[in-house]
């Protein structure tokens, strides 16, 4: 018999099925037995009786372990006494593999175990329907935004991830050993994206792999995640990148739920579309925390964690919006190639974009002209002459270009409201964790 799945159960009511996944739940109560079969699709009831299953099958059932792997042979029925209102009632059961026991872990809905030992023990956690959700729910947010980059015109490009050139901070390199020369592993495919939008591709992509060396274990850093990029040419000024990232928003929200709807309705997630996104500088928007709480920031500083969760719930009432642009940073704060405003020093025309009160992602209007590169870089205490596979790149004709870099990990946390971001990660890389 060819395999059904339990999602398709409804197409073949009364009609014999070949079920198989592993065992969530058992009870016995004798003649009758209940059985809780579980597959990548869902959940269901398997009943067992006395009269209708295979006397083998129906005594193999007491020898049965939670999270063993089994085979049924049964005939779905309509069942007003069942959750999901049919119910399979078993001919023949078959023991693929046995779960030992007890399990490491409890991963059921009630689960309360915390989550570093459920990462230990990852595999388990993830057979779990709503843990599962989660990253079925990522999975397809890379999709869309995958798609959506491709309507937009952009390329996706694979940069390397061991190399000898960086142009972010130092102090978040991971050094290794590249037979007996030192590399570091990339903390951002930036200089990649803008190399490719000058090799005439213009807009370009990449979903991969980023390396921090955070020393901060918090809910919200991890020191691998995974990057979504793009960088695009030939624009007019740094909203533009912000204009694309609202519309990119836009789409995710609004096709996620046609692609999603289960994994959705099981974690009670309903995204909500932004029609537009708020873009406040960073001086309105710290005015803006300070009239609401009384909390204040020196000159020339950014918002800190405390500071986006607060004007994250103000954009939310005074804007309808869990989405805000945070605009021009201060100098002191942003990297050397961020471009400045010709009327302004002080700050860059970059921006970070928080998602109900977290930051996901950093982006700026990048500086093109060489001169200027050379002299900000100086002015970070940097020589761009010890830099040339960077330095070339802007003296060989570059348009006026822009990017962002967000983490697919914070995307997916802030949408299903998770309270950590190592629970949107099947296997997060932190300070501590560097197993399984």
Known sequence: MKRTLIK????????????????????????????ILRDRTGNMQTIALEKETEPKSFMALNDLTKESVVEIVGTPKESKESRWGMEVVIKKITLLSKAATPLPIDNTDKSQTHIDKRIDHRFLDTRNLKVQAIFKIRSKIAKILVEFFDQNGFTNINSPKLTTIGVESGAELFIVDYFGKPAYLAQSPQIYKQMFV?????????????????HSHTTRHLTEFTGIDFEMGFINDYTDVMDMIENMFITLLKQL??????????LGVQPVPPKTIPRLTMKEAQALVLEKTGKT???HEDLDAEGERLLGEIVKEKYGSEFVFVTLFPEQKRPFYHMKPENDHSVTKSFDLLFNGVEICTGAQREHRYEILK????????DLDKMPEYAEIFQYGVPPHGGVGFGLDRI?????????????VLLPRDTERLRP
Request: positive net charge; aromatic residues 10%.
């Open 375 to 382: 002299k900000q870089a100086k002015a970070k205490g940097l």
């Open 8 to 35: 398709d159960l409804k197409k073949y009511v009364h009609k014999e099925v070949l079920l198989q996944g592993w065992v969530e739940e058992l009870r016995n109560l004798s003649k009758i037995k209940f059985l």
């Open 412 to 424: 997916t946390q802030r949408l299903l409201k998770l309270e950590n971001v190592r629970e949107a």
């Open 257 to 266: 739920p046609k692609e999603a709807a289960d994994e959705l309705q099981l």
């Open 198 to 214: 000058t090799g005439g591709f213009e807009r370009v992509y990449e979903l991969g792999p980023v390396f921090r060396a955070f």
């Open 297 to 299: 920031y020196p000159e």
